[in-house]
């Protein structure tokens, strides 16, 4: 993120494999989903670009546009923000960033706090919403207010990898380092929260058709997307 009148550059040094196995799984998941519905050529993952804000300009992990915003200078209408080591309060200002410096543009931010050490991945979806103002007063007397607003959250915990297998030399071989098979999975990871939906019309602009509708994230869905992450992180 560049501050332009601060001058600041705010670098984020993404956490390895990890970081990039959270975002672009989910975003191959949503995808699969759209393509479901026939839509697949309808959405572009724009990745890593750098949109210009009110005075600063931004960098997204990942992020969606429909093919109604086929211009280099369109918003993206998705956005995600993922961190390993980083804070979640980190993450939100990176959402309200987003939602603030769009002008409506980006209607819904994803965001990803993982912890490797628990094996836990918390997703928080994000919004602007117009809700109860609860600074009014006589000189600001507007009862509701429109702001970047955490609309639903879902944690995913585990699996949890057991411990490596050995396997048993070979009868009469000459002795070596003995070898290992990659840990097994464990219990089935635990989803609370689900199921996750991005509303159509936010996504693509439009209403949708027939066989169109909300991509709608499941807890098997999600439980199968953790496994995939976790099972190239040993």
């Not at 332009?4 to 984020?12: D, G, M, P, S």
């Not at 956005?79 to 987003?98: A, H, I, M, N, P």
């Not at 380092?177 to 635990?190: E, F, H, L, M, Q």
Request: net charge neutral.
């Amino acid at each position: 993120m560049y501050l332009n009148h601060e001058q600041a550059l705010i670098v984020k040094i993404p956490a390895g494999e990890l970081h990039e196995l959270v975002h672009r799984e989910f975003a191959y998941m949503c995808r699969e989903k759209a393509a479901g519905m026939g839509l697949g050529h309808e959405l572009r993952d724009v990745g890593g670009r750098t949109f210009q804000g009110i005075a600063s300009r931004k960098e997204s992990d990942t992020a969606f546009k429909p093919s109604s915003r086929p211009l280099e200078s369109n918003w993206p209408t998705v956005v995600f923000e993922c961190g390993v080591s980083e804070s979640l309060k980190r993450l939100t200002v990176d959402s309200r960033w987003w939602l603030d410096n769009s002008a409506g543009g980006v209607k819904i931010v994803l965001l990803f706090s993982i912890s490797k050490a628990a094996r836990s991945i918390h997703i928080e979806k994000w919004e602007m919403l117009t809700v109860q103002n609860p600074h009014a007063t006589p000189a600001n007397p507007h009862p509701f207010v429109t702001r970047p607003t955490k609309i639903h959250e879902v944690d995913i915990a585990g699996p949890i990898a057991l411990a490596p297998v050995a396997l048993p030399p070979a009868e009469h071989a000459p002795a070596a380092p003995t070898p290992a098979v990659p840990a097994p999975a464990g219990p089935a990871p635990v989803v609370t929260g689900a199921p996750l939906t991005l509303d159509f019309d936010k996504i693509f602009l439009r209403q949708p058709h027939q066989g169109e509708g909300n991509i709608i994230l499941t807890a098997q869905d999600l439980g199968r997307y953790a496994s995939d992450v976790w099972r190239f992180i040993q």
